[in-house]
């Protein structure tokens, strides 16, 4: 996708867990890749039909402000993505560990977690948006939502990823397991960039083993709505520390800082979210 267009309109297979995140480093971590089908995925991420234009700010809302409209519309969306083939290999994108979107990959996956998740769940919205043009992605506060939406209990879809059918699947731990507020207070806190994406990487790393199942592989953790929902709350945390810290970025140059396979997005690309054409309410 074309980020001057966005602004427009705005096991046998070895697996890495979130839990051995916040439990081990991970050695070699480079060389880790989920097998691909026969597709190859830079062909499929660089071949994605054009949007429908969308001329004003995408407006992401709390889930819990959502109407049951909007709620059913997001799930026919979702469900629409996936029966069209697209979701299930932009799922595998996340496999493949040769992104270097997570600090499992050292210094330059820690500066990258925040900017490549950015585009991650852009380009997710933007292919929600050109079946149902007034879906914006929604993020689930669970410091203050400290459950599992009870919209999406039960929409539990299933995907061919990496050549196998995935079915979502959960097993939540106790609402009192989730992240606290102090806990992001401690992450907001923090003056260097380098410092917050570490910590809020580690809280975001919680969230996805405190969901389990499904949400607790990284090569998987996709294909649950409840990512996406996840991911647009750390996103918005991020926003907003980007507004009290003006100037701190990721230190990433050259090759680093391209958000591939999206060759077109550069890290710099990511410092607006308006200028990406969304905001958070």
Known sequence: MDKDKVRIHRHENETKSFGMLLKQKVENINNFKMPMPFWDHQFFIHHLPKPIPHPKLCIRKNQADM??????????????????????????????????MHSMSGPVGRERFLPWHRVYLL???????????SICLP???????????????????????????????????????????????????QTTYTNFTQDLEGIHNGVHVWVGGTMSF????????????????????????????????????????????????????????????????
Not at 123 to 133: D, F, N, S, T
Request: one cysteine or more.
């Open 67 to 100: 109407t049951t409209e909007e709620k059913e519309t997001f799930k026919c969306a979702y469900s629409t993505v996936i029966s069209a083939g697209f979701l299930g290999p932009y799922v595998a994108i996340h496999s493949d560990m040769s992104h270097r």
């Open 123 to 133: 380009e997710l919205e933007i292919k929600l948006m050109a079946y149902h043009p």
């Open 218 to 281: 990284i090569a998987t953790a996709p294909a649950d709505p409840i990512f996406w929902l996840h991911h647009a709350n750390i996103d918005r945390i991020w926003d907003m520390w980007q507004g009290d810290n003006l100037g701190e970025n990721p230190t990433l140059a050259g090759s680093d800082a391209t958000m591939d396979p999206w060759m077109s997005f550069d890290e710099i690309d990511t410092r607006s979210i308006s200028g990406l054409g969304y905001v958070y309410a």
């Open 139 to 189: 993020y689930w506060d669970w410091v203050n939502e400290r459950e599992i939406p009870e919209w999406l209990e039960n929409f539990k879809p299933t995907m061919i990823v990496n050549g196998n059918p995935v079915t979502v699947v959960r097993n939540p731990g106790s609402p009192a397991s989730l992240p606290h507020q102090p806990d992001v207070d401690a992450a907001m806190s």
